[in-house]
């Protein structure tokens, strides 16, 4: 059985300091699928005006993509805001969320917090989305964040003591505002424990394919990642695991 330490990016990559974490040592992912039998999971995309198209997309692509593959019970993909009043992306695109928060909504197993233009300033003090993720957190079995995502986890303060990152350009800002996370830099997705934080952009395929590899099996995960065109290979992924 290996074992995942920290690995680094190249420094050509990321012009990010890097700063020394102590990292705990972790089996990696299964090769079984932890989920043959029994309901599906329940995946909710918290979205809002604002929100980055790829930290959306990617992950949202990925678990979408698990209802494609033979004797799994498929995750249950869907968006969820503040309202189901119309949505538009930092790109311009126009969505209709599923459900409102405020109102009722499907039991959420996996909450996914994609980055949004203003996770550094208004959407911190809106007390209703706060509420909202430590609510879920509560009861979900996995937290994921990508990109600034992880500025509303922090806020939340549900990475107090966890080990995480955010976008690279942010590390600093997110260390600045956030004493009790312990923020990794360097590295493309963190994961401590229920949280799975990622540096965002194209990069957020990674640490959702890791996610499909820890539940469903590296044999389905693979095969997703075939299916989209992407060079999948775990021990080849620079990320920090922790338990």
Request: negative net charge; aromatic residues 12%; proline residues 4%.
């Amino acid at each position: 059985m290996r074992y995942f330490l920290l690995f680094l990016f190249a420094a050509s990559l990321w012009s990010c300091s890097t700063s020394e974490q102590d990292v705990t040592e972790i089996q990696e992912p299964d090769e079984e699928n932890k989920y043959p039998d029994g309901p599906g999971l329940n995946v909710a995309f918290l979205i809002m005006d604002g929100t980055y198209n790829t930290e959306l997309t990617a992950p949202l692509d990925i678990f979408h993509h698990t209802k494609f593959r033979d004797s799994i019970d498929a995750m249950d993909v869907f968006t969820i805001a503040e309202s189901t009043d119309p949505i538009t992306t930092f790109e311009q695109l126009t969505i209709i969320p599923d459900y409102s928060f405020n109102e009722e909504y499907p039991n959420i197993d996996i909450l996914v917090v994609p980055s949004a233009e203003h996770h550094l300033d208004s959407d911190l003090e809106n007390e209703a989305l706060i509420d909202f993720i430590l609510d879920t957190d509560e009861t979900a079995q996995y937290m994921t964040s990508h990109c600034d995502g992880a500025f509303l986890l922090a806020q939340a303060g549900i990475l107090d003591d966890i080990h995480c990152t955010t976008f690279p350009a942010d590390i600093e800002e997110m260390r600045m505002r956030y004493d009790q996370p312990i923020i990794h830099d360097s590295t493309l997705f963190v994961h401590d424990g229920k949280y799975i934080t990622s540096a965002g952009g194209a990069k957020s395929f990674e640490a959702s394919l890791y996610l499909v590899e820890l539940l469903y099996g590296r044999e389905n995960a693979e095969q997703i990642a075939e299916g989209m065109v992407i060079d999948w290979d775990l021990e080849t992924v620079d990320y920090v695991v922790i338990k």
